[in-house]
């Protein structure tokens, strides 16, 4: 008991030290783990911020490439250049539907212009078409192809605006080109905001789109006055992520200024998430370490402790204390004791039954040997042979006779087994003799399927089924009757003997009577007088003592309809 004792605190004691070891690498793990995805948070973060202010630059780039194409399209138009071209004020009224038409085709193309101004040679404005008007701004840097302003604020409702300027030529006969004047397209900033949007995910990150002068076209996020620094030098700060780059045709600058920290707070929920897990994972791995003692370490002893009592009692069994695996084997190992405890229960009746169906195959073997010439049947087929020998010549006497002699031949040998050829062989003697006695009022027929003949059964199966046919189903009744014998496959490994006669049946009380009988070992019920039930007693008798379980028998009756007898056999004796 001591010794028990002692293992079970050692058990104890290795179970705390795997929890606490456990318990630390869980936390440092844990700690690496944050470190771990600080540090790819942090460089995702920046790659990310990087990726998408160069997508913003593209976009700025393309957008700005988009507003040059549209003005090709708008000073290259023979709209425009007619309408430059012609100083009279009629013919200019007149080409003016035509210049509408384009504004309202570029307008449609591109929902952010605002107006259209055509200004002559003189720089005098000749023409406007759009919802907004604001002068010429002196503030176009032009390239020689084309300028773009700064930024324009409406002053009534805030909104900002900015003008691009590109010169009209027209080609003369000499194929020198003459400047006819300029046209101004007025933008909104919603295109510009929308790039400026994408770069701000929270309002801690600013970003803008700036003029040639640092005047603000388009913002997003909060401005700290410190951000004017980064701008205006490009300083560099640990606390900060700054992008900054200028666009080539417009001289703007698109500007992103990314606090580090603002990347911090999904690393805090990360990192208060893993410190919730942790304390989470210990106080699960200690409930689990207590409950597998209490589950598993318990009943193994327990069920040492029966093993080894068991040899001093083999008739307690195990105690089923858990609902769970153990307790389902311990039902389990009882049930294996039970099913011990019973089959050797059955060793014993088995060996004691073994030896009754011995001595009761030694007597049923010989009442069968006994039995086998029936004194009755005997008397009427040699009175038969008299009757025939007054009326009819020596061949017919000689012919019954073999056959009679042959039927007491097989009868009498002393094999225990034969083949169905002999059997059938047999039968066809016997069927003679009926025949020749009752005058061909009665008929045996006999079928036997080619691949059975070669099969073995014992012997006195068939036959005693077939006198019983003829003795009790067809000589009672007054017409002709028929005996039909057949030996036929049934699946595979079985044979199906049937003999079926057409006489006068049985009422179902009769037949019921009669099954209860022929499958009862009672001695005084199997050995008894009654008519029917002495020969197909000894048939099911013999069955069983041979075959056991494996074999089938089945008798069927209905009145003035006749009787059935079916055996399934095994083809082969030692399956």
């Known amino acids: 008991m001591n010794?028990?004792?002692?293992?079970k605190s050692s058990l104890?004691?290795?179970?705390?030290?795997?929890?606490?070891?456990?318990?630390?690498?869980?936390?440092?793990?844990?700690m690496l783990i944050y470190i771990i995805i600080n540090k790819w948070y942090m460089n995702e973060a920046e790659q990310s911020a990087q990726a998408r202010f160069l997508q913003a630059q593209e976009k700025a780039t393309e957008a700005e490439t988009n507003i040059i194409n549209l003005y090709s399209t708008v000073t290259s138009s023979d709209a425009v250049i007619s309408y430059l071209k012609t100083s009279d004020l009629a013919e200019r009224t007149q080409r003016l539907n035509d210049f509408s038409q384009l504004t309202g085709a570029v307008m449609k193309i591109n929902p952010d212009v605002e107006a259209i101004m055509l200004y002559d040679a003189a720089e005098q404005l000749i023409a406007t078409k759009g919802p907004l008007f604001f002068p010429r701004q002196d503030s176009i840097v032009t390239n020689g192809m084309y300028g773009f302003s700064g930024s324009i604020t409406d002053k009534e409702n805030g909104y900002t605006f900015f003008q691009v300027e590109m010169p009209v030529y027209s080609r003369g006969n000499s194929g020198s080109y003459n400047k006819l004047g300029s046209a101004v397209?007025?933008?909104?900033?919603?295109?510009?905001?929308?790039?400026?949007?994408?770069?701000?995910?929270?309002?801690?990150?600013?970003?803008?789109?700036?003029?040639?002068?640092?005047?603000?076209?388009?913002?997003?996020?909060?401005?700290?006055?410190?951000?004017?620094?980064?701008?205006e030098g490009q300083q560099e700060n640990g606390k900060y992520l700054v992008y900054i780059a200028r666009l080539d045709k417009?001289?703007?600058?698109?500007?992103?200024?990314?606090?580090?920290?603002?990347f911090m707070n999904y690393v805090n929920q990360i990192q208060t998430i893993n410190l919730f897990t942790y304390f989470l994972v210990a106080a699960a791995l200690i409930a689990i370490c207590m409950l597998m003692y209490n589950k598993v370490v318990r009943p193994i002893r327990r069920q040492m402790e029966f093993v080894v009592g068991y040899t001093r009692d083999t008739n307690q069994r195990i105690e089923v204390a858990e609902n769970n695996e153990f307790g389902?084997?311990?039902e389990k190992i009882n049930e294996m004791l039970d099913g011990l405890e019973a089959l050797n229960k059955q060793i014993v009746e088995g060996e004691r039954k073994y030896l009754e169906l011995d001595y009761a195959k030694k007597q049923t073997e010989m009442i069968a040997y006994k039995g086998q010439i029936n004194p009755h049947f005997m008397y009427n087929t040699l009175e038969c042979i008299r009757g025939m020998a007054l009326y009819h010549e020596e061949k017919e006497i000689a012919k019954l006779t073999g056959s009679l002699s042959k039927l007491f031949r097989y009868n009498v040998k002393g094999e225990e087994l034969v083949s169905v050829k002999e059997v059938v062989k047999n039968l066809k003697e016997y069927?003679?003799?009926?025949?020749?006695?009752?005058?061909?009022?009665?008929?045996?027929?006999?079928?036997?399927?080619?691949?059975?003949?070669?099969?073995?059964l014992p012997k006195m199966l068939v036959q005693p089924l077939v006198e019983n046919a003829v003795l009790h189903g067809l000589e009672p009744k007054m017409d002709r009757g028929e005996v039909n014998v057949r030996f036929a496959e049934e699946q595979e490994e079985n044979m199906c003997i049937t003999v079926r006669d057409d006489g006068c049946g049985m009422e179902s009380e009769e037949l019921e009577k009669l099954r209860i009988q022929i499958k009862s070992y009672d001695e005084e019920l199997?050995?008894?007088?009654?008519?029917?039930?002495?020969?197909?007693?000894?048939?099911?008798?013999?069955i069983c003592l041979f075959y056991g379980d494996r074999a089938d028998f089945r008798i069927e009756s209905e009145i003035d309809k006749g009787t059935g007898v079916t055996m399934i056999l095994p083809k082969r004796m030692g399956d």
């Open 185 to 231: 397209l007025l933008f909104g900033n919603s295109g510009i905001q929308d790039i400026v949007d994408t770069l701000s995910l929270n309002e801690e990150i600013y970003s803008a789109v700036l003029d040639q002068n640092g005047n603000m076209l388009a913002a997003a996020g909060t401005w700290r006055e410190e951000y004017r620094d980064f701008i």
């Open 12 to 30: 104890l004691r290795t179970y705390i030290t795997i929890v606490a070891v456990v318990c630390s690498i869980l936390f440092l793990s844990f």
């Open 250 to 262: 417009s001289g703007w600058r698109i500007v992103n200024l990314v606090p580090k920290n603002s």
């Open 431 to 456: 069927a003679l003799i009926i025949d020749y006695r009752f005058m061909g009022k009665f008929k045996v027929v006999i079928e036997a399927e080619e691949s059975l003949l070669q099969v073995f």
């Open 526 to 542: 199997v050995y008894g007088t009654d008519k029917h039930g002495i020969g197909l007693s000894n048939v099911y008798r013999r």
């Open 328 to 330: 389902e084997m311990a």
């Open 3 to 7: 010794r028990i004792q002692k293992k």
